[in-house]
């Protein structure tokens, strides 16, 4: 079996579009800019909260979906899978330190309120980090992938343009959602999770001996997961 597997790797494909499209859902009633989302989190905490959570929760989950989509494509187009999936990878990384510094700024919102927050923000907004070289990344990478699923023969020509609009999505810090925000999530939800149902429906029924060992596993890393919170 190849890292992640067919379990981790066909329930990633279903998961990680479909909590990115419920962030991205979650946060459409509020404008798209900084100050609007700060203002949002001030006023509506749990709504926020939730879809940027789901949103964040989604992006790491796309690391799996996406090597394993990439292995797919990698045993007709070894090449264009390799870029491909180093190129997207990079760029879930770069969402993810973004999903970091909302974080923060959420945080100062309580701690400043709204203008302090905004004014904070604003201050160091364009300042260079690491990942402002790369952010080409988070939009090219998923046109290279949606050529590479179409060249690979996992992806028809309709659901690899689905796929390539999620290059479309805006990128930053603090970024609401706008029309193409939905249409990226909307076509990777049609390209992937159908992808990863099957991928599912083709697994042997886990064995006994299998869901006896997973069901204490599972309950041990929930009990880590609390534990983590507290250090």
Known sequence: MRFPGAWVGGAALVLGPALLLAGTLLRSPFNFFFPDQLRAMAEHPGLMTAAYTAFLAGNVVMWAAVAFFAQRIGEKRPRWAAWAGVLVTVGLF??????????AAFSATKHLGVEGATELVAKGYGDLHLFSFLSFTIMFGWFVLSIAAYLGGELGKVRSVAFATMGLLPLGVLKGTEVMSVVGTVGLCVA??????????????????????????AVGLGALAVLSTMG
């Open 192 to 217: 992937l999770v159908p992808l990863g149902i099957r991928v599912l429906a083709e697994q042997p029924r886990p064995t006994k001996r299998q869901v006896l060992i997973a069901v204490p596993a």
């Open 94 to 103: 770069e969402r993810t330190f973004h999903a970091g510094v909302d974080h």
